[in-house]
């Protein structure tokens, strides 16, 4: 190979993972200029306070920002339980076969379409849940959203937790069991307080993937556009949101309030995103 | 607390929560393949037109689900096969030349760009399209084209990330074999490294076309629609399996259409689990029949 | 030496992998005694000690045949039996690795860990058990006045000794030790020679070595480890 196409393999190389991560970039640009007839006016951080009727020219997304943060909060509130436990069980508690099969279905579970979840929510989850609580209305509220995401975010939380424990040094984990630690003690004594970052870590990705998804508080939150008082009051996310009002008029302005929806979970995105990457740099044995 | 008790108590709470994930998990599942069985049939693909005649395009098919097929197997074709060369060699770069400064950098914006919501990655490809539409070309619209072209950006870092750890995760000797014997750094790449890398990053691959056919916020925002039969052209709208059962789900009029939306779930879910069975199986294959050697006591 | 035996290893086979690593062994272990065991690196002398302890189960693909009895107040005991649980076993038969490997937490909590694994909580008798067990491994009047400190603020030898202590504090009848200097200075090396030497006394040692002048400094017994099987030297 003549030293010209090394050359040109090098570029070719770097350009793509220039390209590759400008991509990131310009997806913040091209939110942050057609959401500029907003941002501009200085009204983004009033807008984030604000309530959302057209009819009055109000345009805020205060109510999407508190179903987004309902929603993925109590889907958290449902699935760190759950995913603890299996990853506990995974991590000694649970006969060693066993836990070779849930882990197996747990990363099997990361392939399952949210569009799948939202579907059988509305004809499985719903009318269970409008059935055990009358006030609950149609069933389409925060609580449904919630339990559907929790399924969605475990198996993100189980793998980042379980990260988290392999990367305990293995030379801890034999001495306590030659000091007779049984499954138990070694987990609490010795894993756990060293795996925290992955736990952490898990917790941030958990809430991450819950914030990002768009199918299953648009098909089973209700999508109803004010504050909500209650996990069985009806709410719309900040994606739901975007879903919804993108098929509106492109010139008004409860359009361009969508980039906004989408410069806010695109920063807090970014947030966690690097937040996770300051944890992966503590992680490792103390030494 | 006394750490017997403790004990207990956490040994019943973890077979408590791995049965209530998995049974719930399994239940949904259950109940998708109980309801959505019947429906399944040549029927519910081709509707009343015959295979042959409407895999060779020659009669259109309005009521089965082959258009939102051709739509999904197009829109993942494409976009994989976009993702597939940029991502691959930035997944290189990143491994074999790139400084450490640029390793952190970079590393920095394709992790943010992996973690994008797809709907908003779904609003930059729309955005991408007024664009085009205002400045350039009146007659522009979302289409498959945009579709494509988002859904690549969407699984860009998750074939750079399965590149780059592939190929750092050889070791130094099969690293160095070439190079002692004159080979060049390009050469080593290509005649060694990839070669050796290949199942790592197949697996990469198998995981984002995965993601390209269930993600549905993307292509919701950059020209799917209900109806619209076999794509025909880059710059038309098409049909979607994800999206079909999203619409299906709160526009259904009859039983039968409801049947089609649960029939549809199913063939999604069954693509996604043949996916995922591919990636492990290749991935398994790379770590060795026993799997990873983790031999604690061979002093 | 006409000690007692302490441990009895009767027509042991184990294999990895469906390899045989050691085929119908049948060996004794005399109490208050150091026996060595020595050989080529990779034929499965530290697998043997794992063994005497049960810590190879955690491995998956390894299999094992035959009985490993040990004495216990006049009795003898199937490690492998009811009678015995795993951790009990393992407070019995103590053992210390190649490398030091003390927890990640203070001196004192590494070797107060062993105690609140059974459960004992009084402040004071656990101070005493561990002021003992320092003494006993030589590593008192080093550590005493930094007790709170982390244990990787040791050196390589005192960390070695703070693992011995550790093993101590349990009051093990049987010290199993996998090549213990292997990871140290000649200094620090012989000061843990001159504990084990003090410490048959109190238990029975097995000690991995592959230093043929250690063995013969410090050994009652040396055994040596070749394909399948054990010789005595």
Known sequence: MTRVTQQTARIVFFLSAAVSAMAAALVFGFLLVFGFPLIGGGEFFSLLARPWSPGQGLYGFLPMITGTAAISFLSIVFALPLSLGTVCFMGGLGPARISRLVDGFVRFMTGIPTVIYGFLGIFLLVPVVRTLFTSAGSGMCILSASLMLSLLVSPTMIIFFKDGFDSVDVRYIQAADALGADSVQRLIYVILPEAWPGIVTGIIMGLGRAMGDTLIALMIAGNAVHVPGSILDSARTLTSHIALV???????LAFKSIFACGLTLYVLNAFAVIAVRRLGRKRGPVR | MNIRILGGCLRVFSWGAVLVLTGSVLMLLGYLLVKGVPSLGRDLIFGQVDVL??????????????????????????????????????????????????????????????GIPSIVIGLFGFSGAIFIHKYISKDFRPCLAVSVVALAFLVLPYITRTTQAA???????????????????????????????????????????????????????????????????????????????????SQYTDAAELMSGYGAAIILLGVCAVLFFLAFLIKRHVAGPAGPARGRFHG | MDNPVKIRVENLTFSYHQTPVFEHINLDFNAHAITAITGPSGRGKSTFLSLLNRLWESQPFAKMEGKVWILLDGQWVDIYGKTLSKPDLRRKVGMVFQTPNPLPMSIYKNMAFPLKLTGMTEKALVDAKITAALRQAFLWDEVKDRLHDSAFGLSGGQQQRLCIARALVSQPEILLLDEPTSSLDAGAASVIEDLLVRLKERCTLIVVSHYLDQVSRIADTALKLEARGFLPV
């Open chain 1, 246 to 252: 993108s098929a509106s008029d492109y010139d008004s």
């Open chain 2, 167 to 249: 190929l750092q995760g050889l070791g130094d000797q099969t690293r160095q074999a070439a190079l002692a014997l004159g080979a060049t750094r390009v050469q080593n790449i290509f005649y060694v490294l990839l070669p050796r890398s290949v199942s790592g990053i197949l697996s990469g691959i198998i995981l984002a076309i995965g993601r390209c056919a269930e993600d549905t916020a993307v292509i919701m925002l950059t020209g799917v629609v209900a109806t619209a039969g076999i794509p025909g052209s880059l710059l038309g709208s098409y049909e979607a399996l994800p999206f079909y059962i999203y619409y299906i789900s």
């Open chain 2, 53 to 114: 005649d409407a895999v060779l395009l020659k009669k259109r098919v309005f009521d089965g689900l082959f258009p939102a097929i051709a739509g999904t197997l197009s829109v993942v074709v494409l976009s994989v096969g976009l993702a597939i060369p940029v991502g691959v060699c930035a997944g290189i770069y990143m491994s074999e030349f790139a400084t450490v400064f640029q390793q952190r950098v970079f590393g920095l914006m394709f992790d943010i760009l992996a």
